[in-house]
């Protein structure tokens, strides 16, 4: 059973870059075929999928945040990380990470919560 744990700051002032680290047990990140995403969800919205990271290191990102999101891993460490730059209050939300790609994701961390405030 793969199991995906984030960390990262809980607070993040507006204009600051937002930054998270997914690691992953039970599994390993480069497994052929696999893709590791970024999901949020604001209060009271849906979820929106952020971007993602291929087995082979390949990323894609969602149109509307790719200006502002930067994925990357470090596969010694078996973790991938989100970067959000310039955030607002609107970024805040719970933030997952997941192993899947832009539509369905098969395992999910337990999110952590990420406000933007001064």
């Known amino acids: 059973q793969v199991q995906l744990q984030e960390s990262g700051p809980g607070l993040v002032k507006p204009s600051q870059t937002l930054s998270l680290t997914c690691t992953v047990s039970?599994?390993?990140?480069?497994?052929?075929?696999?893709?590791w995403s970024w999901i949020r969800q604001p209060p009271e919205k849906g979820l929106e999928w952020m971007g993602a990271?291929?087995?082979?290191?390949?990323?894609y990102y969602n149109p509307a945040l790719r200006s502002r999101t930067s994925i990357s891993r470090d596969t010694s460490k078996n973790q991938f990380t989100l970067q959000l730059t310039s955030v607002t209050p609107e970024d805040t939300a719970v933030y997952y990470c997941a192993r899947g790609g832009q539509v369905r994701w098969y395992d999910w961390g337990q999110g952590t919560q990420v406000t933007v405030s001064s």
């Open positions: 039970g599994g390993s990140i480069t497994t052929k075929s696999d893709a």
């Open positions: 990271i291929t087995y082979i290191g390949s990323t």
